[in-house]
């Protein structure tokens, strides 16, 4: 009498279960690492747009002897011949009057800031107020702007001159904070808050899924 053969049972071995372990390991590696490089690509645009704005501002001040958006000169230093009124010159007062996120139809001197760096071909940008691109962003989306600091200074931000970028990540307002000063988002010369109806507040922690407005001082 023949016996009939012993089926072999299927299945992974040890072996192969733990090379999809290892591969799977991998992946997931991949994909933080790949993340990681990314947030770090998001906070250096960031950091960009902070030092860009300090270099075209005393790129202004050493051309024109004059603050952007307070240049009292402003028409005959920037506008092409033949259109003295392209824009509105500042008051000269040493000061740049206004809100950092005044809204494009303010009449301040931190909305004709962006107009006097423009028409100077210093930045790129509409220099059109109604143009719904004239107000810039940064390099995640969120609004930046500028204005005078001092005992208004958003955020009690140190400095003559304050400039606020929004809509950051907490996470990113860390790392940004780590590479323009002091790592710690309360204190120095940059700080981070968070905007109400009025001025931005400064916050004692930040969470990751949260946004920010991050403000450095100058």
């Excluded at 040493?94 to 494009?104: F, P, Q, R, S, T």
């Excluded at 990113?172 to 109400?196: C, F």
Aim: net charge negative; charged share 15%.
């Amino acid at each position: 009498m023949r016996t009939r053969p012993t089926a072999r049972q299927s299945g992974f071995t040890l072996v192969e279960i733990a090379i999809v372990l290892v591969i799977i390991g991998l992946l997931i590696g991949g994909v933080l690492k790949g993340q990681e490089l990314i947030n770090s690509a998001k906070v250096k645009n960031l950091a960009q747009d902070f030092r860009n704005i300090q270099t075209i501002f005393y790129a202004y001040q050493d051309k024109f002897r004059a603050l952007p958006g307070d240049d009292g000169r402003a028409p005959s230093h920037v506008c092409p011949s033949g259109t003295p009124a392209c824009t509105t010159a500042g008051n000269a007062d040493g000061v740049i009057g206004g809100n950092w996120d005044d809204a494009a139809t303010a009449s301040t001197e931190s909305i004709y800031f962006w107009q006097h760096i423009r028409f100077a071909n210093l930045a790129t940008g509409s220099t059109d107020t109604t143009d719904p691109g004239f107000l810039p962003s940064n390099g995640i989306g969120g609004r930046i702007g500028i204005q005078s600091g001092g005992a208004a200074a958003p955020l009690g931000v140190p400095g003559s001159y304050a400039i606020c970028s929004a809509g950051i990540p907490g996470k990113l307002v860390r790392q940004l904070d780590n590479t323009m000063d002091d790592g710690e988002t309360s204190t120095g010369s940059m700080r981070a808050g968070v905007t109400t109806a009025g001025p931005a507040v400064s916050v004692a922690s930040l969470d990751d899924s949260a946004v920010y407005v991050a403000c450095l001082g100058f």
